[in-house]
């Protein structure tokens, strides 16, 4: 029996077993062997309890930021560069950085407050392929949130996303074009039309959730619920997580009719509401997109109306309308 330096041992094994090059992060104090050799400085306390999983332009930094306002939950800490959303699971580059990274994301402010829940919100692991995999090996207990926007509102709000952030195929396609973008469009636009249409298609996504989380853990919100009653989502939502106390977010949200959203009502009755970023004002669709994603839509609508009965969840509101014009 011989060995090599470990360097050497690694190169051997890994080009013996190159499909186990991607690392893939499990939970420290779930395996009394990595414990054994894990530093006593280091606690298992400090992994996110729920996870806001998206997709974007649903409503995911208003929950967000209401969920920060409770006294018992936080969320990550901010990083430099990345601002709110960690990209932990959805990002090659994030993940590498290794579970010191992720686990040091999530700190107390005081020792005494260990009886706080964490939370990330990062809102592209919902259409990510490697999310679900990942997060269940490292956190298989967690909850999960996720919010579903009428499928054609959140195609437009991301094409105006897109334009506020000057991205070039915005400025030079219409949404029309956009979205009807063909295999043989330049690829810019090809790319914009699949961040407008492919987190919409819900179903699809649920389902790769639901290959390693059971129901229970998945809590649907209605994004249009979001932007029109957020103190009654925010009852919802702390009943799933079961936090306390009970906040009554009734006292703590008002509805600005300049903003036309709620917003967080602060100490001296000093209203603040998300950043222009949120909650823009832009032109009404072309009535030629809207009838197209309609039809585009339908199908993977139909889907998750029958995902949504299978799993005993309410169907949202603007999906039931959807449902009934299509008879
Ligand atoms: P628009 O800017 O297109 O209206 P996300 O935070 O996931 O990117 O979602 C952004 C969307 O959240 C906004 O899209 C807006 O419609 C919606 N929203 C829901 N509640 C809101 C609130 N209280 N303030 C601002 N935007 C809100």
Not at 8 to 31: G, K, R
Not at 73 to 78: A, C, G, M, T, Y
Not at 209 to 230: A, H, T
């Amino acid at each position: 029996l011989f060995t090599v330096p470990p360097k050497q041992l690694a190169d051997i094994y890994f080009s013996t077993y190159s499909d186990e090059i991607d690392p893939i992060w499990v939970n420290p104090c779930h395996d009394k062997r990595h414990m054994a050799i894990w530093s006593p400085k280091k606690t298992c306390h400090t992994l996110p309890q729920f996870i806001v999983v998206g997709p974007q332009k649903t409503g995911t930094t208003a929950i967000y930021t209401f969920l920060n306002m409770h006294p018992s939950i936080r969320s990550n800490v901010k990083r430099p560069l990345i601002f709110e959303e960690l990209h932990f699971f959805s990002s090659d580059h994030y993940y590498n950085k290794g579970l010191d990274w992720y686990m040091s994301s999530f700190t107390y402010n005081r020792p005494n407050q260990t009886d706080i829940m964490f939370f990330e919100k990062t809102a592209d692991y919902f259409d990510n392929y490697m999310a679900p995999m990942r997060v269940a090996a490292l956190i298989p207990d967690v909850k999960l949130i996720t919010i579903l926007l009428d499928p054609v509102k959140r195609a437009y709000s991301w094409y105006q996303h897109a334009r506020a952030h000057k991205n070039p195929a915005s400025l030079n396609f219409t949404f029309y074009e956009i979205i009807t973008a063909g295999e043989g469009s330049p690829k810019i636009q090809r790319e914009l039309r699949n961040r407008c249409l492919n987190p919409s298609i819900y179903a699809q996504h649920l389902e790769r959730w639901l290959d390693y989380f059971p129901p229970s853990q998945l809590l649907i919100l209605d994004g249009q619920e979001v932007k029109e009653d957020p103190p009654l989502v925010m009852d919802k939502l702390q009943k799933f997580i079961e936090v306390h106390p009970y906040v009554d977010y009734r006292r703590l949200l008002r509805y600005d009719s300049k903003k036309k959203f709620y917003c967080q009502v602060l100490q001296s009755d000093f209203i603040k509401c998300l950043g222009p970023g949120k909650g823009r004002i832009y032109p009404p669709m072309e009535e030629a997109a809207q009838k197209y994603l309609k039809m585009f839509f339908r199908r993977h609508n139909v889907a998750l109306s029958k995902l949504l009965m299978k799993l005993n969840q309410p169907a949202p509101t603007w999906l039931k309308e959807d449902l009934r014009e299509s008879i």
